[in-house]
T-cell receptor, first 114, second 115 residues
Framework: GAGVSQSPSNKVTEKGKDVELRCDPI?????LYWYRQSLGQGLEFLIY????????KSGLPSDRFSAERTGGSVSTLTIQRTQQEDSAVYLC????????????FGPGTRLTVT | DQQVKQNSPSLSVQEGRISILNCDYT??????FLWYKKYPAEGPTFLIS?????DKNEDGRFTVFLNKSAKHLSLHIVPSQPGDSAVYFC??????????????FGQGTILTVHP
């Protein structure tokens, strides 16, 4: 079956612009996570959606970052007024409620802020 | 504050030999540990996991060992194959509570297996 997909695969934007990153999780997966990987770093948790519960936003680095998940499926991560330190690979993952530990990752979106 | 650490940025191994990747953690609330493998331009893929109630889990060529008292886990790959060359991430999470499923990752170790 289809895996997690993300779009765009690459995004170059100017400092100060807003960007939207999209994630299509595996069908039927109730859990959805956003992570980012900065150069030379491990994956950093950003936000977590589980079913209809309020999202866990504890990893969002600033109020310029927000995410929503519509209809329990597709998710969009929005970064407002981008800064150069936002440059990273943004990874989305999904999982089932019974095996949320085993998360299935998309290929990521490489964001470059110039 | 790095709660999960992989102190070796890279490891080079000959084909057929054993690869041992190490991971240390500091958060005693972590109850479940996972290893992910990542090829360039792809997302990480789940490899193997272990619960804190066990000290060993084996899946084919891959074995994960957990030493809770030392807060240390390791991934053994034997025999190593050139296709195993990738970045390996160690990850950990509490088993429940509000942090359920939220993985904390190490920095990764680049494994290169030479033919």
């Amino acid at each position: 079956g289809a895996g997690v997909s993300q779009s765009p695969s690459n995004k170059v934007t100017e400092k100060g612009k807003d960007v939207e990153l999209r994630c299509d999780p595996i069908s039927g997966h109730t859990a959805l996570y956003w992570y980012r990987q900065s150069l030379g770093q491990g994956l950093e948790f950003l936000i977590y959606f589980q079913g209809n519960s309020a999202p866990d936003k504890s990893g969002l680095p600033s109020d310029r970052f927000s995410a929503e998940r519509t209809g329990g499926s597709v998710s969009t991560l929005t970064i407002q007024r981008t800064q150069q330190e936002d440059s990273a690979v943004y990874l989305c993952a999904s999982g089932t409620s019974s095996s949320s530990y085993e998360q299935y990752f998309g290929p990521g979106t490489r964001l470059t802020v110039t | 504050d790095q709660q999960v650490k992989q102190n070796s940025p890279s490891l080079s191994v000959q084909e057929g030999r054993i690869s041992i990747l190490n991971c240390d953690y500091t958060n005693s609330m972590f109850d479940y540990f996972l290893w992910y493998k990542k090829y360039p331009a792809e997302g990480p893929t789940f490899l193997i996991s272990i619960s804190s109630i066990k000290d060993k889990n084996e899946d084919g060529r891959f074995t994960v060992f957990l030493n809770k008292s030392a807060k240390h886990l390791s991934l053994h790959i034997v025999p190593s194959q050139p296709g195993d060359s990738a970045v390996y991430f160690c990850a950990a999470t509490p088993a429940g509570g509000t942090s359920y499923g939220k993985l904390t990752f190490g920095q990764g170790t680049i494994l290169t297996v030479h033919p």
